[in-house]
């Protein structure tokens, strides 16, 4: 919708529904361009509601074709239909039955949201207010109501019918060429996870039994010939259905569940009850096509998507102010499981590196919000890093303050009490409170504060007493409508380490047995007894809270603890730290010893030799230095890209030559012989050999460039193929752009390949990667009509190749302006999430600084944006 003024929504203004609609049939004919719908409604005045409201349904871009009130046509003077809504003044004040015929097209509908088609298939994306697209309704989350969905099609357009729910009858309409289907769905739910879908689709299945014995039928959809590339997928989902029995005691409750595959896709997936549909980036796999991370983000994705159905679906969200109490619940559940089925440590590592890239860059932008925001212009611009990473930070934190224990007897009231209701962050809280005799009210400023705390840690040690005094202090930055801001409870798992590595068993009565203080002032301190010699903190240990840290450590200190610790994040974090330093230092001219560099390459090279190959993965994340972005984060004023690429060409030159033998040999010795396998172990041996391979190939061109090449031309396994092109790219010349073109070649009928190759050439960190980029527009495989293209191409130059992207000539910002106003034409919300690329904006020196505020300024005073572009680029120069 496009208007000029859009109203705030407001938390403070949340009103219950006057009506209620207990039952919903529809009857849904599908045809490309005029799809017939018609819904039957069984409302009733909702007693907590205003009595003498009106009834107004939600609408967008629906034609109303019939309108009738208990089976008789309503009087044209007695309501009001638009394509954005229909009113009835005076509703009958007793329970009754609205009959609502609508048209709509889903071949025009470019946004998907709502009835769309993709790839010629029938489908439905309803989250968050898609489903008044398709016919009128109550489109909130606090409506629940009981679905049964009639289905038809032409059978040779569509012989897959899917609903929500249960299957109940299916057939043939005589003397024609057309078929149906009926759904019906038991469960009282929000018309957001309302689905269909209809189309020629292949299909791989397995049966299931729940742990009470029920038996499920499992399957995934998927483009007719690329069933085998879904079987990775189906096997993620019975692990998944298996875990939340074990872990959180929680079974599945329909007769079958499905997963449809489609290829246009806002998002990653959808919830739908018992119908998951998927953006098929995160279904389809095979050795040939799919990298390591693809494998592990399709099982992150296929379990989170799944336990939406408990928590969600079940137990659903009050409003859409509540979005975390699904989506943080949700992203801590999935990040579990995977933690279960992988590596706990390294997995810990990548979700805190996502969490620094992502969230903590939005926090420090003017898109920061509270992970429960308290007003909003356009929903969709609220599925955000903060409402779902720092959501589940917030899960963590509370599950490290309470414990396991408690936390499980915790979850178990909250679904139990909650099944079947739309409920709040406050009832989520409230269980824990219940089950701990816990205040939590402290601890729920987690979800109203915005912006990152910074915690300040000061040592010190005091030898006569042998004692140990850690001091803190706290405090959060202002943010958009937040300038003062309140301590926060934040749990610090922390431990002493010797300066000769050994585990110090200190006590302190302020730390408890799982060793966790907690720090609820703005300062505090505690003090550790009898601690022998000057001990190393290590605080944070799985970087328990999401905090920004200020330690008085020297680096000398913290090669310690990467060396010693006995939390392996801190290992990892130290070195990071260590780096950073020296990052920050050359990006911003500050001075930088010789004895600096070589104190990081040195223990790098210990442990290299000590511990690399005992923990592949693990090693391979210690050897990877922050990204340009980070360290943009941290200068955070006047920062200049060219200067931080520099830096860290520089200094990735120096611990690669340092440790070139030991990194050729890990190559050698880590290359894959048998047959690939995607598990963790396997992945974590590719992952060294191919941090092996860049950092060789940053200290010496030539050697770098014939062992990429030599690895390009024997790989196994994309994984392997990719990452040996993705040296290539950063070494200019015939041996690249030989490997560029014979890799397009070889994938020119997998349009997912294609997007790595068009992301890889996005993120080149040189002059000419914008003529390049624009070029690759014309690229007969790129279609601005499809997110995933238009994200591997254009979001990967914004939002991944911060060197190009804010070229000092600002036309880098240009062409994003150009191609966001492009999409919003056609969907919205991917030019939206395009615009958020500029978030960094006010951090970069003055010229960029003005040519992106010139560039937002020329795109806020275009005529006919959209709700969402309006809204991110409004608040982003505010
Ligand atoms: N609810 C989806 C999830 O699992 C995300 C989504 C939101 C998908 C809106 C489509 C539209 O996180
Ligand atoms: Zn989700």
Redesign the pocket.
Known sequence: MRTETTPVIRLEDYQPSPFVIERVELDVRLHPTTTRVTATLALKPNPKGRPDAPLVLDGDEVNLKGLSLDGRAIPAAEFEASAQGLTIAQPPRRPFTLTIETEIDPTANTQLMGLYRSSGNYCT?C??EGFRRITYFLDRPDVMAVYTTRIEADRDEAPVLLGNGNPVEAGNIAGTNRHYAVWHDPHPKPAYLFALVGGRLGKVGKDFTTMSGRKVKLAVYVEPGKEERAAYALDALERSMRWDERVFGREYDLDEFNIVAVSDF??????NKGLNIFNDKYVLASPETATDMDYANIEAIIA??YF?NWSGNRVTCRDWFQLCLK?GLTVFRDQEFSSDERSRPVHRIAEVKTLRARQFSEDASPLAHPVRPTQYREINNF?TATVYEKGAEIVRMLKTIIGEADFRRGMDLYFDRCDGTAATVEDFLQAFSEVTGRDLSHFSHWYAQAGTPRVTIKGTYDEAAQTYRLDFTQATPATPGQPNKEPMAIPVALGLVAQDGRPLATSSDRVNAQGVFILDKASDSLTFTNVPSHPVPSVFRGFSAPVKTSLDLSNTELLVLLRHDSDAFNRWQAAQTVAMRLLVALSTGAAVTDADITGLSAALEMFIEDDAMRDPAFAALVLTLPSEADIAQEIAADVDPDAIHKARTELKRRIGSANIGQLWEFHQLLADLGPYSPDAASAGRRALRNVALDLIAGADKRLGERLAREQFDTAGNMTDRLASLSVLTTLPGAAREGALTQFSERYRDEPLVLDKWFALQATILEEGTLERVKGLMNHPAFSINNPNRVRSLVGSFAMANQMQFNRADGAGYAFLAEIVLRADELNPQLAARLLTAFSAWRMMEETRRKHAQQTLQAIAEHPNLSRDVSDIVNRSLE
């Open positions: 994306q989250e968050a806002n998002m990653g997936a959808m919830e989170h998507e939406h989506e599925y």
